[in-house]
């Protein structure tokens, strides 16, 4: 694996991590970060975001994508996902059809607090992606 690749992985997993220390998740106490790889190599993060009403709850993975479409990024190559647990947690189907809108090709990588990680192409978490 080239260096660089190894740096952007080390950069996405802090972030990722350091999201999931900003989690508001007092309903579920599962704590989510996210972490997005533009394509000018910017990392912005991104944590879940509860709410009383349940059902209004951000996930950190749009909570991320959101702050990044507003800060003018459209384009992105990589996404880390971190949760305090013993396997990593793949991002909901919401989350994926709403990243296929802007990163058909992200490449998706979750890790956790052992050494499994779950990684692959969007395609592949989500194949049938509804596009218009
Ligand atoms: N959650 C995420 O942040 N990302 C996902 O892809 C799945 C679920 C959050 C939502 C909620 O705050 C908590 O995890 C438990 O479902």
Redesign the pocket.
């Known amino acids: 694996m080239p260096s660089f690749e190894i740096t952007h992985r080390k950069r996405l997993e802090k972030a990722a991590r350091q999201a999931a220390a900003k989690?508001y998740?007092p309903?579920?106490n599962?704590?989510?970060g996210?972490a997005l790889l533009t394509c000018d190599d910017k990392i912005v993060n991104g944590?879940?975001?509860?709410n009383a009403s349940y059902g209004l709850?951000?996930?950190?993975?749009?909570?991320a994508l959101a702050r990044a479409v507003a800060e003018g990024h459209r384009h992105f190559s990589a996404l880390f996902?971190f949760t305090a647990t013993q396997t990593p947690?793949?991002?909901?189907g919401?989350?994926l059809q709403v990243l296929a809108e802007f990163a058909p090709q992200l490449r998706i990588t979750a890790v956790c607090d052992t050494e499994l990680t779950l990684e692959g192409g969007l395609d592949d978490f989500l194949p049938h992606a509804f596009v218009r």
């Open positions: 989690s998740s309903y579920s599962f704590a989510v996210a944590c879940n975001i509860e709850t951000l996930c950190a993975e749009r909570v996902i947690t793949p991002p909901c919401a989350c």
